[in-house]
T-cell receptor, first 116, second 109 residues
Framework: DARVTQTPRHKVTEMGQEVTMRCQPI?????VFWYRQTMMQGLELLAY????????DSGMPKDRFSAEMPDATLATLKIQPSEPRDSAVYFC??????????????FGPGTRLLVL | GQNIDQPTEMTATEGAIVQINCTYQ??????LFWYQQHAGEAPTFLSY????GLEEKGRFSSFLSRSKGYSYLLLKELQMKDSASYLC??????????FGTGTRLQVFP
């Protein structure tokens, strides 16, 4: 069945290292979202794309975070350099981007990141 | 800002009914979603409201009042597997969702 996939599922790294997270949206979905979830802040939108074009990245720290969609089947979120405060679960979600119930966002399993 | 408020925690007994409330700012409202998230897992879609009234889906129902900026999720015949966090999310333009911090529901036998 169709689902969003994310890799890696878990990542432990040291402060200052680069982290790259990948997401494969559901085939046919034209919107892709990156979220970060922590106990304190809950689920926060970092960036989102429609038809591979970035529409909003206002939730993303610009100096260290970058998000791209090299093609329709791959979205990436990079952190360089990583810091301990970046430790969180990062979710990717995709959607059809249509009006009505079809606009539901479907979440991937997440990448659990720990920066030491 | 676009604050979304929901209780942090709730408890209930198996077989009972529980109502989880959510309030939000009404300006620019374009739909409200409820998601369920079990510990360590991804959020999964439960319901969607864009018009006032009640949407029923089996044991789960969701209500919306746009004028009051208010929604609730009603869970009937609670089961142990319903122990999870319930996230209220509001859409303020075409695609962007703003999530509340979630309500952690614990169901006891």
């Amino acid at each position: 069945d169709a689902r969003v996939t994310q890799t890696p599922r878990h990542k432990v790294t040291e402060m200052g290292q680069e982290v790259t997270m990948r997401c494969q949206p559901i085939l046919g979905h034209n919107t892709v979202f990156w979220y970060r979830q922590t106990m304190m802040q809950g689920l926060e939108l970092l960036a989102y794309f429609r038809n591979r074009a970035p529409l909003d990245d206002s939730g993303m720290p610009k100096d260290r975070f970058s998000a791209e969609m090299p093609d329709a089947t791959l979205a990436t979120l990079k952190i360089q350099p990583s810091e301990p405060r970046d430790s969180a679960v990062y979710f990717c979600a995709s959607g059809l981007g249509l009006a009505g119930p079809q606009e539901t966002q479907y979440f991937g399993p997440g990448t659990r990141l720990l920066v030491l | 800002g676009q604050n979304i408020d929901q209780p942090t925690e709730m408890t209930a007994t198996e077989g009972a009914i529980v109502q989880i409330n959510c309030t939000y700012q009404t300006s620019g409202f374009n739909g409200l979603f409820w998601y369920q998230q079990h510990a360590g897992e991804a959020p999964t879609f439960l319901s969607y409201n864009v018009l006032d009234g009640l949407e029923e889906k089996g044991r789960f129902s969701s209500f919306l009042s746009r004028s009051k900026g208010y929604s609730y999720l009603l869970l009937k015949e609670l089961q142990m597997k319903d122990s999870a966090s319930y996230l209220c999310a509001v859409r303020y333009n075409t695609d962007k969702l703003i999530f509340g911090t979630g309500t952690r529901l614990q169901v006891f036998p």
